[in-house]
């Protein structure tokens, strides 16, 4: 049984695009939530965090919505960087669930 | 800080050979996990620990095992590889709920 959905893609976005990721989650008590950038054959690693009132960073934008389960981030202003796949993450206890992610390819 | 290292980068097994994949934080971290990772595909949780002397199963530990004898450390040992065990595994650790994991390197495995 899956608990964190996520659209694998990939999403195809010219640089300068606004793009925005969903991802859901099953388990109702999860407490923590969180978005990961995994670059191809790396580690994945923190983007940030995920508040109940949502946090911004730079060009990112994550929220929470607690009601239908269910977390976004949105990327403005996309760069050749951006590139990677991005993974969604929620914790209610100490094993965290990791979606299968979401790949995403900025082109000139 | 180092953070979470692992070692070795890369292997090549043979069939039915044994070894360990080392992993190490320097963060004194409680919690260390280890996933495994196929290409495409997300992360399974292999095993994990919630400190020395404590271990549990995760989603795929057939074909594994694991010590924690110390915070530091968290060793994965695979006895008879199989090809199956091809992919690349990656050792993360926390120092527990709310926070985020930090990931080691990874180490690439390859069994023919």
């Known amino acids: 049984r899956k608990e964190v959905e996520q659209d694998p893609g990939p999403f195809n976005v010219p640089e300068g695009a606004t793009v925005a990721f969903n991802c859901t989650y099953s388990?109702?008590?999860?407490?923590?939530f969180f978005w990961y950038r995994q670059d191809c054959r790396k580690e994945p690693k923190l983007l940030m965090s995920v508040y109940s009132s949502g946090n911004e960073d730079g060009r990112f934008t994550a929220q929470l919505n607690r009601a239908s389960q269910y977390i976004s981030l949105l990327i403005r202003d996309s760069k050749l960087s951006d590139s990677a796949t991005y993974l969604c993450?929620?914790?209610?206890?100490?094993?965290?669930?990791f979606g299968r992610g979401t790949s995403l390819i900025v082109h000139p | 800080n180092a953070g979470v290292t692992q070692t070795p980068k890369f292997r090549i097994l043979k069939i039915g050979q044994s070894m360990t994949l080392q992993c190490a934080q320097d963060?004194?971290?409680?919690?260390m996990y280890w996933y495994r990772q196929d290409p495409g595909m997300g992360l399974k949780l292999i095993y994990y620990s919630v400190g020395a002397g404590i271990t549990d199963k995760g989603e795929v530990p057939n074909g594994y095992n694991v010590s924690r004898s110390t915070t530091e450390d968290f060793p994965l040992r695979l006895e008879l590889a199989a090809p199956s065990q091809t992919s690349v595994y990656f050792c993360a650790s926390t120092p527990g709920t709310p926070y985020e994991q930090y990931f080691g390197p990874g180490t690439r495995l390859t069994v023919t």
């Open positions: 993450v929620s914790g209610g206890s100490y094993i965290p669930t």
């Open positions: 963060m004194n971290h409680n919690y």
């Open positions: 388990n109702s008590a999860s407490q923590s």
